[in-house]
């Protein structure tokens, strides 16, 4: 099992433009998020799916788009990216069914000029 | 509105010193507390509770909940420099929708 796998590591880009961060897990679960982290703040959620084609705002969702077409895949996408959409984001993936852990991806770093 | 709070929010000890960091938590439908040292990268799950007065251990670290007082502690005794981390708490909640909150983590640096 390769968990929870996020690309890009790293990306920088330029006000305006739009990109979108992979995320996917080989452990058929239902629940995928997506959070950021900012320096001396914990994770906040961004948005969140409790399965395929169900997707909802967490506490953060201004900016940022997702899709969930099938239970391993659930892309972000910055539509316009802002400075202050800067920020390290997380992947986590969990099952619904028991209490249980998340499973953190390695993270992508995003920096907006 | 749910919350987790995490105290103290940055701490510097000496090695070998014994560390306790507090959570607490207000949330609706609890259904288990986790605990996760975050270094570089991804969080790394360290515990999960789910009943009260139960401890958790895993070597020098150590976890308790009270579901009553709705707070958890995370204890690391004779703390070494690659215990610094932050020290992540969250609630699993019974939800369809947002089923995790987090508190803002505690900063822990272990000096030598």
């Known amino acids: 099992n390769a968990g929870v796998t996020q690309t890009p590591k790293f990306q920088v880009l330029k006000t305006g433009q739009s990109m979108t961060l992979q995320c996917a897990q080989d452990?058929?679960?239902?629940?995928m998020s997506w959070y950021r982290q900012d320096p001396g703040m914990g994770l906040r959620l961004i948005h969140y799916?409790?399965?395929?084609?169900?997707?909802d705002q967490g506490e953060v969702p201004n900016g940022y788009n997702v899709s969930r077409s099938t239970t391993e895949d659930f892309p972000l996408r910055l539509l316009s990216a802002a400075p202050s959409q800067t920020s390290v984001y997380f992947c986590?993936?969990?099952?619904?069914?028991?209490?249980?852990?998340?499973?953190f991806g390695p993270g992508t770093r995003l920096l907006v000029l | 509105e749910d919350k987790v709070v995490q105290s103290p929010l940055s701490l510097v000890v000496h090695e070998g010193d014994t560390v306790t960091l507090n959570c607490s938590y207000e949330?609706?439908?609890?259904?288990?507390l986790l605990w996760y040292k975050q270094e570089k990268k991804a969080p790394t799950f360290l515990f999960m509770l789910?009943?009260?007065?139960i401890e958790k251990k895993s070597g020098r670290l150590s976890s308790i909940l009270d579901k009553k007082e709705l707070f958890s502690i995370l204890n690391i005794t004779a703390t070494q420099t690659g215990d610094s981390a932050v020290y992540l708490c969250?609630?699993?909640?019974?939800?369809?929708?947002?089923?995790?909150?987090f508190g803002p983590g505690t900063r822990l640096s272990v000096l030598p």
């Open positions: 986590a993936s969990s099952s619904t069914q028991a209490s249980g852990t998340q499973y």
């Open positions: 452990m058929n679960h239902e629940y």
């Open positions: 799916s409790v399965g395929a084609g169900i997707t």
């Open positions: 949330v609706t439908n609890f259904r288990s």
């Open positions: 789910t009943s009260s007065g």
């Open positions: 969250a609630v699993e909640k019974y939800n369809y929708g947002q089923n995790f909150v």
